[in-house]
């Protein structure tokens, strides 16, 4: 239905920058909004960022305090632009989607049908 693959993740050093990127294939038109998540070892996931789809709209956890920037090259492909790493970021980014309008932007992982595998980012002090 909806296939979503992850890029970008590598070891940074604190105050480093990446770019991560989720490329959408399949069903591409149904996707309401693209979200990133996150994990780190011994953590629950949690909510990241999110764009809608047919808009340049976007949201952000309250503890990114402006260092992420979640953009749209097209519909098909969103990236999240990440600066002034810190050690607290590193975890595995999960790109995650739905086809429903309700929803679309939640911070509920137990919300989203789609997922990809998830791109390692590594912080070091």
């Known amino acids: 239905q909806v296939q979503l693959v992850e890029s970008g993740g590598d070891s940074v050093v604190a105050g480093g920058s990446l770019r991560l990127t989720c490329s959408v294939s399949g069903d591409t038109h149904s996707v309401k909004g693209l979200n990133w998540f996150r994990q780190a070892p011994g953590k629950e996931r949690e909510w990241v960022a999110c764009?809608?789809?047919?808009?340049?709209?976007t949201w952000y956890r309250n503890s990114i305090n402006e260092r992420f920037t979640m953009s749209r090259d097209n519909p098909n492909t969103v990236h999240l632009q990440m600066s002034n790493l810190k050690p607290e970021d590193g975890a595995k980014y999960y790109c995650?989607?739905?086809?429903?309008?309700?929803?679309?932007?939640?911070?509920?992982?137990?919300?989203?049908?789609?997922w990809g595998q998830g791109t390692q980012v590594s912080v070091s002090s």
């Open positions: 995650a989607a739905t086809s429903t309008t309700i929803g679309a932007c939640s911070d509920r992982a137990a919300g989203y049908p789609y």
């Open positions: 764009i809608f789809s047919s808009s340049t709209d």
